[in-house]
């Protein structure tokens, strides 16, 4: 288990210069997220290297001077994790390809931005392992959200030491 809202302010901060190079502004949503924790059950060194590479890829392909937001929402028993850019988008023909390896739509455009074309292979590969899936949502001139899901923990009882420390 850990807080996946902590993580993407960390990988936030990660990120932050290659976010100012572009003037990108970078945006957890609900912003209530930047105090209160949210708790999912998931690997999350793995969930680290998907995040990174969507945040990455967001500042990189969105729009200069745009925003990227990261919206955590539950619902049920998950949370749904969404990566937002209102950049140029992605045309219908390509949704499918960018997952498979070595996929970059504009091998000019990409080229200059230093990538191999496996970032989101492997970020397919690491949601599948955590049985669920990725899915893109773009329309061009609009913008692009990359989204999945993750399992909330298992409800816990409170632990004795946790409500003596509480009371302390
Ligand atoms: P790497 O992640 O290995 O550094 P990369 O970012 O080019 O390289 P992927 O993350 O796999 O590779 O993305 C594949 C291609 O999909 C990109 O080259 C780009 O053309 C396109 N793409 C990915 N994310 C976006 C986005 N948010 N908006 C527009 N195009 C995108
Ligand atoms: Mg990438």
């Not at 957890?28 to 060194?45: G, H």
Request: proline letters at 3%; glycine letters at 6%.
């Amino acid at each position: 288990n850990f807080n996946l809202a902590a993580l993407v302010q960390e990988i936030f901060e990660q990120l932050e210069l290659k976010a100012k190079q572009r003037h990108v502004t970078l945006e957890l949503s609900p912003p209530e997220l930047t105090t209160q924790p949210l708790m999912v059950l998931a690997d999350r060194n793995r969930i680290r290297q998907v995040l990174v590479n969507l945040i990455d890829n967001a500042i990189k392909y969105g729009r200069a001077e745009g925003h990227v937001i990261v919206s955590l929402v539950e619902s049920g028993k998950v949370v749904r994790v969404a990566v937002r850019d209102d950049g140029e988008g992605i045309a219908k023909q390509h949704q499918n390809r960018i997952f498979e390896r070595f996929y970059r739509i504009d091998k000019s455009r990409s080229r200059d931005s230093g990538g191999s074309g496996l970032g989101l292979a492997i970020s397919k590969h690491i949601v599948e392992a955590h049985k669920s899936v990725i899915r893109v949502r773009s329309e061009v001139g609009v913008g692009t959200t990359l989204e999945f899901k993750l399992p909330k923990p298992r409800a816990q009882k409170i632990s004795t030491d946790e409500v003596s420390t509480s009371e302390a």
